[in-house]
């Protein structure tokens, strides 16, 4: 987590160059000092209280809310007992399987939680397709009666998307993040050409996507790989500055999830959001 002990908290900046330092509380670097000790009890209250939120009960059956290989055994308001288990790779892998290993008698309701980016998400519950519409954003009712042994199917598209920002947020104008799945993605000078200027380069709106699992590589992360353009720019320190001229050229990037940047190299610059040609 970057921060400045002369500024005071940490932030997450969704970009970074250098040399140029502007007057914010961005950092060059993550955290291996604990000044302020306001995040590290968070972040164990975070982690102790991750297990209540991935599932929920109410009157009228069981609600899925996050994703992750889990477990769960807990007792409706009724006090029957249900438990079952998630198994998933998620959020890599967007294949989700739910089995149910006991079930009360007076359970008839399982809301599972489709997130909003997923468009095109399919719900098979005991191998067969779920009648009902599956729309983003809300929780699909499958109410049917329940045994042990059912399995429910939850499959969301993962394909890599260009997302941009209202035409209000000025700053972002011409530019896109990219995110696959729930993930949002970020490029570091580490991963363009090293004669190459982060500040050049530019997406492909019809870009094509290499999506690899790298086990090895940040702790485990799929890394995207595509085939940007680089355009010239120019060194300087004037406010304004003629637009070099020519073309731009091809150019092959890497991207990484944005929460794993700024953990190889120290002062790596880095971009979220990158104009799109």
């Not at 590290?40 to 209280?49: E, I, K, N, W």
């Not at 599972?112 to 519409?133: F, K, Y």
């Not at 019809?206 to 595509?226: A, D, H, I, M, Q």
């Not at 091809?250 to 979220?272: D, K, S």
Request: charged content about 20%; aromatic content about 8%; proline content about 11%.
């Amino acid at each position: 987590m970057p921060r400045n002990p002369k500024h005071g908290p940490p932030t997450d900046p969704l970009q970074h160059h250098r040399p140029f330092r502007s007057p914010n509380h961005d950092t060059l670097e993550r955290w291996k000092i604990y000044e302020c000790y306001c995040c590290p009890p968070s972040v164990a209250r975070t982690l102790a209280g991750l297990s209540t939120w991935v599932d929920g009960v109410s009157s009228n059956g069981l609600w899925v809310h996050l994703f992750g290989s889990s477990q769960l055994h807990t007792r409706l308001p009724s006090g029957g007992e249900i438990q079952l288990r998630q198994q998933t790779d998620y959020p890599w892998d967007g294949r989700i399987r739910i089995t149910l290993e006991r079930v009360p008698a007076d359970l008839s309701m399982i809301h599972l939680r489709i997130p909003g980016w997923a468009d095109r998400a399919t719900v098979r519950v005991n191998s067969e397709p779920w009648p009902a519409a599956v729309a983003p954003g809300t929780y699909c009712p499958l109410r049917r009666a329940w045994s042990a042994g059912d399995i429910i199917e939850l499959e969301l598209p993962m394909a890599v998307r260009l997302t941009e920002a209202h035409p209000l947020v000025e700053t972002c104008r011409g530019q896109a993040a990219v995110l696959r799945g729930p993930i949002v993605y970020c490029v570091e000078s580490l991963d363009i050409p090293p004669d190459a200027d982060l500040r050049g380069i530019a997406l492909r709106r019809e870009s094509r996507w290499r999506e690899k699992f790298e086990p090895n590589f940040l702790g485990g992360v799929v890394v995207l790989e595509t085939e940007a353009l680089l355009w010239p720019t120019t060194q300087s320190d004037l406010l304004y500055l003629p637009m070099p001229r020519g073309p731009g050229r091809p150019v092959r990037i890497r991207m990484i999830p944005y929460y794993a940047w700024n953990n190889r190299e120290p002062n790596a610059e880095m971009l979220v959001w990158i104009p799109v040609d």
